[in-house]
């Protein structure tokens, strides 16, 4: 009977680990491999994705910093704010980085709060 209680203990941790863990969301309209592919976005696939991204971005409301980085990849660019937040910048044209012209490209800027939850999405 004793040899079962550690059995049971890895099992209850187990269900509760998975429990605790909930779906990235879907971005309709987004092609999420092509994004994370077009750095910086020199490629100008991102540029491409405005229009969904519009319409979808509440759906990163609320996401941990690590499942943002699951579904978006490593930001552009990321500064660290007052009251240990973050900002997230990801180029949704042509950024410094890239060559050729190069203008203000236009944005997507998450902020992430101290407890590391996404509090704000915008668009600039």
Not at 11 to 19: F, Q, Y
Not at 28 to 36: A, C, F
């Amino acid at each position: 009977m004793h040899a079962f209680k550690p059995l049971s203990h890895i099992i209850l941790v187990s269900l509760l680990a998975i429990a605790c863990t909930h779906a990235l969301p879907t971005l309709d309209g987004m092609d999420l491999t092509l994004w994370k592919e077009d750095r910086n976005g020199c490629k100008g696939h991102r540029a491409k994705m405005v229009e969904a991204l519009t319409k979808e971005k509440e759906k990163l409301k609320a996401l941990r910093e690590m499942e943002v980085v699951q579904l978006l990849g490593r930001p552009d660019e990321n500064d660290l704010l007052e009251r240990n937040q973050k900002s997230y910048v990801y180029f949704l044209g042509p950024g410094p980085a890239c060559t050729g012209p190069s203008g203000e490209p236009r944005q997507l800027v998450l902020r992430i709060n101290a407890t590391g939850l996404v509090k704000e999405t915008m668009i600039k």
